[in-house]
């Protein structure tokens, strides 16, 4: 299959982590709603019978004390891994990153790869992105890939 089909996939995953941000950034509540919401979301996954037993102790022990940091963080990714995708720049690793934020979420809700929302797909796309280095199409990884042929991140 030609790269060129993987695109519109690299754009879509792009476009929805960029978007995703600016929805943050400029909503009507302000990024500290965004920092409560991340904190109580949570402090919910730990106390939830459908997060996963194994995952529980990363929310409890990791992201829940540590909530601030980890909103803001998710925020700056979530716009940095949108642009990195829309201009194919080391869409491999930006890939890599969402594959592993996008596999975080499901795991703190409690949902499983075929369940009836959107992470499988997601997490299916990220893979497509990932294995076919889809930046190397009307992306800034073409010419990274021109000077230097031994794909690294793009």
Aim: glycine residues 10%; aromatic residues 14%; charged residues 15%.
């Amino acid at each position: 299959m030609p790269r060129a089909a993987f695109v519109p996939i690299r754009l879509y995953v792009g476009l929805a982590f960029f978007l995703s941000a600016l929805e943050i950034v400029f909503d009507k509540d302000g990024i500290s709603s965004w920092v409560k919401l991340f904190g109580e979301t949570a402090a919910k996954g730990v106390d939830s019978d459908r997060v996963f037993a194994f995952y529980k102790p990363v929310l409890s022990v990791f992201v829940q004390p540590n909530a601030n940091v980890f909103a803001w963080a998710v925020l700056v990714c979530f716009g940095i891994l949108g642009i990195a995708l829309i201009l194919g720049a080391f869409s491999r690793l930006a890939g890599a990153i969402t594959l592993f934020l996008q596999i975080n979420f499901m795991l703190a809700r409690g949902e499983s790869f075929l369940g009836p929302h959107s992470d499988g797909l997601m997490i299916g796309m990220e893979l497509a992105i990932i294995l076919a280095a889809a930046g190397r199409v009307w992306g800034i990884d073409a010419v990274l890939h021109r000077r230097r042929p031994q794909p690294v991140f793009y």
